[in-house]
């Protein structure tokens, strides 16, 4: 699995990238088969008072691509966001895979 975590407009510290690290040991946890992972947090400079913080992630599984991205005003918000939006379509992909085989297995008894 490679997983890479870059910054836009701030400096990835090394706290930031073990907090992304552990959150997504939540989703290696569902689903082991996953292929490539790219992280990407920024900081949107915006004319409006407060900056936003955005967090978004690639996941590529065989035979499929995964993306979500949150935006929050604190960045550890947006990466807990992210990481939930990114276990549900983990956990949606790994159902549809086992109902899939299942479904299959289901038509050769018959």
Same mark, same amino acid.
């Given at each position: 699995?490679?997983?890479? =975590?870059?910054?836009?407009?701030?400096? !990835?510290?090394?706290? &930031?990238?073990?907090? /992304?690290?552990?959150?997504?040991?939540? =989703?290696?946890?569902?689903?082991?088969? &996953? +292929?490539? =992972?790219? !992280? &990407?947090?920024? /900081?949107?400079?915006?004319?409006?008072?407060?900056?936003?913080?955005?967090?978004?992630?690639? =996941?590529? /599984?065989?035979?499929?691509?995964?993306?979500?991205?949150?935006?929050?005003?604190?960045?550890?918000?947006? /990466?807990?966001?992210?990481?939930?939006?990114?276990?549900?379509? +983990? !956990?949606?992909?790994?159902?549809?895979?086992?109902?899939?085989?299942?479904?299959?297995?289901?038509?050769?008894?018959?």
């Amino acid at each position: 699995m490679n997983l890479t =975590i870059s910054g836009h407009h701030l400096d !990835v510290t090394p706290a &930031l990238r073990n907090y /992304v690290t552990s959150k997504l040991d939540r =989703i290696t946890r569902h689903f082991d088969q &996953l +292929v490539d =992972i790219k !992280v &990407l947090l920024s /900081v949107e400079k915006q004319k409006e008072k407060e900056r936003r913080q955005r967090a978004e992630c690639n =996941i590529h /599984v065989k035979g499929n691509d995964l993306f979500a991205e949150s935006t929050h005003a604190d960045l550890y918000a947006a /990466v807990d966001e992210l990481m939930d939006k990114l276990d549900r379509q +983990v !956990v949606r992909h790994k159902d549809r895979l086992q109902s899939h085989h299942g479904a299959s297995a289901k038509h050769l008894l018959q």
